[in-house]
């Protein structure tokens, strides 16, 4: 696969946007990566996916998650197979609003590995995080769940905390910091205190103007990818 290149932006929209809508934004975070050369992440709900993948150039169309299941049975569970076939490259596991026990969040990885999807680990602890950099995900999203949509970003001891932990469990595996994001200026803090990538939902999608939102953060990753090269 190829490598990830730091420092990455991550769009996640959850359930707030979809269909044509979603498209729009998509389109414009795919000129935005062409233009600056950088690598974003583009999550969707599953039934977009395709789409998003069709009409764009150079996002990482993103699954917000995947069951670690076989071409079969599994009537209601998402295929990694068929994200495949879709077009998607990275997944979301274990996040704080579908976590995962340790049995199945270890077999989708897993599955990730074997079909060449990016796996994006959650964890909202320290803790978590040395347990979870076992696994050797690409990415691991290091956020609290408690800061998850609240504006405020973790502190630098935390961000250099599961930064140092990470590098020292799985050297290879990124770290995201994201939880709390809600402007341009949070998304050079965080890259500036070592954080490989960020990213944003309700920072970009409750914003009184998600697009112009969005483009600033972009662009603020690219100024942070400045000052740290």
């Given amino acids: ?100 026990p340790l049995s199945q969040l270890v077999s989708a990885v897993k599955r990730c590995k074997e079909l060449g999807l990016y796996s994006i680990v959650c964890a909202d602890s320290l803790l978590d995080a040395k347990a979870i950099a076992k696994l050797e995900p690409d990415v691991m999203v ?13 502190d630098k001891e935390y961000i250099l905390s599961t930064q140092a932990a990470i590098a020292d469990i799985s050297p290879e595996t990124l770290g995201l910091q994201a939880a709390g994001i809600s402007s341009a200026k949070d998304v050079e803090y965080v890259i500036r205190n070592g954080a490989h990538g960020t990213g944003a939902t309700s920072g970009i999608f409750a914003a009184v103007d998600p697009m112009a939102t969005m483009v600033e953060m972009i662009e603020a990753v690219v100024k942070g990818r400045n000052l740290i090269s």
């Fill in 1 to 100: 696969m190829k490598k990830i290149r730091a420092p990455f932006f991550t769009v996640n929209p959850k359930s707030y946007l979809y269909g044509t809508e979603l498209l729009v934004m998509a389109r414009k975070a795919d000129a935005l990566a062409i233009e600056h050369d950088i690598d974003i992440f583009f999550t969707a709900q599953h039934v977009d996916l395709r789409l998003i993948r069709e009409n764009t150039e150079r996002l990482i169309v993103t699954a917000q998650h995947v069951d670690p299941i076989t071409v079969g049975r599994g009537m209601g569970h998402i295929l990694p197979e068929a994200l495949i076939d879709a077009g998607v490259g990275a997944v979301f596991l274990n996040h704080a609003e579908r976590p995962l």
């Fill in 142 to 154: 290091c956020e609290p769940t408690e800061l998850i949509g609240t504006g405020k970003t973790a």
